[in-house]
């Protein structure tokens, strides 16, 4: 048998963070109050000695901490560093442990050479300096969409994309209330570009659908998505038991077949498997046998037992793939047989398959669904809802 403490360090990451083709999100109870947000604060850098930053246009630095206009001008370019724990503007010493630096009208900050929109944070903290782009929610799905997405989907799969991205910014938003920050530019939660990742396609699609999020019983709804289901989706609560969501219930899905994801296969030696147990704390000599214990009505593994040495270890399926690495196992809907030194799974799809299937809005839209009829297939019982609306 595992000790607790190793299947705590094991399971850790189960109930609160979740891999989505490439995208993680936090975890909560779905049932959140409705919020109408304006704004998003997205973390660009952490824990870094020092920052360029530019703007080609009016701007002004705030003192976070005095609200005090510290500098305004027409012309920005400067370096920001941390200094014996103090923070430095170019050689000069700033006596504030927090800035705000605000583009005017559509001018750009630029950071390290990438553009931004809006309002750069600066804070110090003690492994350096964090950076924030605080802006408005619009300008932050223009930025999002193309790292998730294809802009060259048709417009119907691109606008029910957008207001899925639309919807878990809100929600992580709301589970961010009390934290410096609501998202990181990375798959932790959903990859975000700034300027440089803006098409002109996705910025229509955004226009199409402003303000558009998804509810269920007046509630921000977790709009989870995945890159391909592999012709099911799976129950929210198969994957995190403490969310019970009729809406995240399993169902078919005939869509996908066109994903590059659809169907896969991989082996895993015994090289391979000892590193990934031993990492969550668990020291193996030979893995003997991956046995499938059970699956959901659709095929999609659920619980499994890892055989090894004079010891087994029960596990569910999403933590087989945290185990192991979600980009390496892509999804639970796959079997397994033992072949030479190692293990051979062949599965469909990429990603924990609850909510909508990326690649099979990809299809509907191909077909002339629109994208409420796309929203409606992978959210039955939801509701598109405006923010600001009464």
Request: charged share 20%.
């Amino acid at each position: 048998m595992v000790s607790a403490a190793i299947r705590k360090n094991l399971v850790s990451c189960r109930n609160f963070f979740i891999c989505i083709g490439g995208c993680i999100l936090l975890v909560g109870f779905f049932s959140l109050p409705l919020v109408w947000a304006e704004s998003v604060r997205v973390l660009l850098l952490e824990s870094i000695g020092k920052v360029d930053i530019s703007v080609t246009g009016p701007f002004t630095i705030k003192d976070n901490q005095t609200d005090r206009v510290i500098l305004s001008g027409n012309y920005l370019r400067a370096v920001f560093s941390k200094r014996d724990n103090k923070m430095y503007f170019g050689q000069r010493l700033l006596g504030s442990n927090s800035i705000t630096i605000k583009a005017s009208g559509e001018n750009i900050i630029w950071v390290n050479n990438r553009g931004y929109r809006n309002t750069i944070t600066i804070n110090l903290h003690k492994k350096g300096l964090r950076l924030i782009n605080i802006l408005e929610l619009e300008e932050y799905i223009k930025g999002i969409a193309v790292r998730e997405i294809s802009h060259h989907w048709p417009m119907e799969a691109l606008k029910a994309h957008c207001v899925v991205f639309r919807t878990y910014a809100l929600y992580r938003k709301q589970e961010s209330q009390n934290k410096p920050y609501d998202l990181t530019t990375d798959i932790s939660t959903q990859s975000y570009g700034g300027l440089a990742a803006e098409r002109l396609r996705i910025n229509e699609a955004v226009a199409q659908t402003k303000d558009e999020i998804l509810c269920y019983q007046g509630k921000i709804l977790p709009a989870f998505y995945s890159s391909t289901c592999g012709g099911a989706t799976e129950d929210a609560e198969a994957v995190w038991p403490k969310i019970k969501c009729p809406v995240l219930k399993a169902k078919e899905c005939p869509y996908c077949k066109e994903s590059p994801h659809y169907f896969w296969k991989i082996i895993l030696t015994q090289e391979n498997l000892i590193k990934a147990m031993k990492k969550a704390g668990i020291i193996v000599k030979q893995i003997k046998n991956i046995q499938v214990l059970s699956r959901n009505q659709f095929g999609r593994a659920l619980s499994i037992r890892i055989i090894y040495d004079d010891s087994a270890l029960g596990i569910s399926a999403s933590e087989l793939r945290n185990l192991v690495g979600q980009d390496i196992l892509k999804s639970t809907y796959f079997s397994v047989t033992i072949v030479d030194n190692g293990f051979m799974f062949k599965g469909f799809g990429w990603g924990h398959g609850v909510g909508m299937c990326q690649w099979g809005a990809y299809a509907m839209a191909k077909e002339g669904f629109s994208y409420r009829q796309i929203l409606d297939f992978y959210y039955p019982n939801s509701e598109v809802k405006k923010l600001n609306s009464k």
